[in-house]
């Protein structure tokens, strides 16, 4: 698709399709919508963060844009990733942790299909 250009109050702007702005957003370390994702824990009084929960918050955050990135539901990616979708569900809450093996599934699945759409094999 060529880019679009827009002109709005004497400025311009570049049209690009969510997907490719959530990509370049996710590249940039830049979260494209808070509000979807769950907060991160506070730090104790030391400044310390729990790790454990730091580690599974993290992890559904980056599940979160990964998916929403490549324009994928949980119910799409639960079935590219051969899990049910209220695990993947509950691992994007972050309040669950989740299993290796079901970590390298659903990493596994957003790789292939990161690779199918950039037409590779």
Not at 12 to 37: I, T
Not at 52 to 65: K, M, N, Q, T
Not at 80 to 101: P, Y
Request: aromatic content about 2%.
């Amino acid at each position: 698709m060529p880019m679009q250009r827009i002109r709005v109050a004497g400025r311009r702007f570049v049209l690009v399709p969510e997907a490719d702005y959530e990509r370049l957003c996710r590249e940039a370390n830049k979260s494209v919508d808070q509000g979807d994702l769950p907060p991160l824990p506070k730090p104790n009084k030391k400044g310390r963060l729990p790790a454990i929960e730091y580690a599974r918050i993290s992890l559904a955050r980056d599940l979160i844009r990964e998916r929403k990135a490549l324009g994928l539901s949980q119910q799409g990616l639960a079935g590219l990733a051969g899990v049910r979708q209220e695990t993947l569900s509950r691992l994007e809450s972050g309040k669950h942790t989740a299993t290796i093996r079901t970590v390298d599934r659903v990493s596994s699945a957003l790789d292939r299909e990161r690779r199918r759409r950039d037409g590779k094999k």
